[in-house]
T-cell receptor, first 112, second 114 residues
């Protein structure tokens, strides 16, 4: 079946340090992997995505890496700032299905 | 302003009283979907629609209905709400690529069923 596991569920880091969140998925044919950020009381918003034909994508302090062989992808945030505090969701588009399956979410807290 | 709107934003109701949550987008998006968000479970898709008059079940469709009579609107209907449908609901829309395009979420509807 279509399964996405996200870890850790909570993550606390010092301001300026890096944060890494990992997701694993079940279907090797999956081809689209977005990350959404949800600030407290707000709606989820896309922050970065990667498609299956590339292994890494960067956007300023945010990067996503994809390992198709191992069926996992990760979100990397460098030089963390207080405004990075939020819940982050990974998602996977499973080939042949017209839907996204989301991970359980990671609550990231940046400590000053 | 391009946006997805939902109404109501907050709703407290009682078991068995039919309700409808509206969702509207002004971006001419083909794909629309409904999610529910529960602590520790992430976002789970209830129903989705690829275009007008085309709808299909997501992962948790039991107890919900939808319709897509117009491109811009995608209401969520709870015919007989139960307490286990207490949740935060999000509508989302995207371009023709559907789940492979950026999802634009509405502001959310917090539903409590007593």
């Amino acid at each position: 079946g279509e399964n996405v596991e996200q870890h850790p569920s909570t993550l606390s880091v010092q301001e300026g340090d890096s944060a890494v969140i990992k997701c694993t998925y079940s279907d090797s044919a999956s081809n689209y992997f977005p990350w959404y950020k949800q600030e407290l009381g707000k709606r989820p918003q896309l922050i970065i995505d990667i498609r299956s034909n590339v292994g890494e994508k960067k956007d300023q302090r945010i990067a996503v890496t994809l390992n198709k062989t191992a069926k996992h992808f990760s979100l990397h945030i460098t030089e963390t700032q207080p405004e990075d505090s939020a819940v982050y969701f990974c998602a996977v588009h499973f080939q042949g299905a017209q839907k996204l399956v989301f991970g359980q979410g990671t609550r990231l807290t940046i400590n000053p | 302003e391009a946006q997805v709107t939902q109404n109501p934003r907050y709703l407290i109701t009682v078991t068995g009283k039919k309700l409808t949550v509206t969702c509207s987008q002004n971006m001419n998006h083909e794909y629309m979907s409904w999610y529910r968000q529960d602590p520790g479970l992430g976002l789970r898709q209830i129903y989705y629609s690829m275009n007008v008059e085309v709808t299909d079940k997501g992962d948790v469709p039991e107890g919900y209905k939808v319709s897509r009579k117009e491109k811009r609107n995608f209401p969520l209907i709870l015919e007989s709400p139960s307490p286990n449908q207490t949740s935060l609901y999000f509508c989302a829309s995207s371009l023709a690529g559907g789940p492979k395009d950026t999802q634009y979420f509405g502001p959310g509807t917090r539903l409590t069923v007593l």
